[in-house]
């Protein structure tokens, strides 16, 4: 089985939907972070998580927000969709201590 | 791998060839660097990562080699095969709060059989 697995794979929506991304991971790590990719781009961080009480913002986190339900679990909702949120996201956990990340299959999402 | 926009560069290389992929760093600070393998509709692999305290690391068939005086980090993959054809991804790190790592834009590897 998957360490991070992310809900949906693909997803369509329109322009003004909220939309929830969810991320679950078997690890147990502490720390999971939200990325996004546009075509021929590296990805960029949204927010991040250290604990279920630990929240932080990243570069690109306004229009969207996050919640860490569980060690296990962190969501990255869409409030408002507009179409410059088409992209593809990653879910990531990472080891307390360690730096490198693991990262989920992705979800490609698209606004209309 | 420096940004093009949308046009992702690339590198074709002939099976069984080693391959060479470059990435400029952004940050003199940075202390922690990485590579990822990323196959169309897959999440970003893990493929080996150096600390600034080292120049050269070595893992199977793969070498990472940092110049800290250039900003230079490059990937080495030794006998290339059809399989490794991906994108690949430099990313480093200098901030040890959040520990949180920032991404090159890409280097497309095409191996021709």
């Given amino acids: ?112 | 791998g420096e940004s093009v926009g949308l046009h992702l560069p690339t590198l074709s290389v002939q099976e069984g060839d080693n391959s060479i992929i470059n990435c400029a760093y952004s940050n003199s600070a940075s202390d922690y660097f990485i590579w990822y393998k990323q196959e169309s509709g897959k999440g970003p692999q893990f493929i080996i990562d150096i600390r600034s305290n080292m120049d050269k690391r070595q893992g199977q068939r793969v070498t990472v080699l940092l110049n800290k005086t250039v900003k230079h980090l490059s990937l080495q993959i030794a006998a290339t095969q059809p399989g490794d054809s991906a994108v690949y991804f430099c990313a480093e790190s200098w901030d040890t709060g959040r520990r949180a790592l920032t991404f090159g834009s890409g280097t497309r590897l095409q191996v021709q059989p």
């Fill in chain 1, 1 to 112: 089985d998957a360490d991070v697995t992310q809900t949906p794979r693909n997803r369509i929506t329109k322009t003004g939907k909220r939309i929830m991304l969810e991320c679950s991971q078997t690890k147990g790590h502490d720390r999971m972070y939200w990325y996004r990719q546009d075509p021929g781009l590296g990805l960029r961080l949204i927010y991040y998580s250290f604990d279920v009480k630990d929240i932080n913002k990243g570069e690109i986190s306004d229009g969207y927000s996050v919640s860490r339900q569980a060690q296990a679990k962190f969501s990255l909702s869409l409030e408002s969709a507009i179409p410059n949120q088409t992209a593809l996201y990653f879910c990531a956990i990472a080891e307390g201590g360690r730096d490198e990340q693991f990262f989920g299959p992705g979800t490609r999402l698209t606004v209309l």
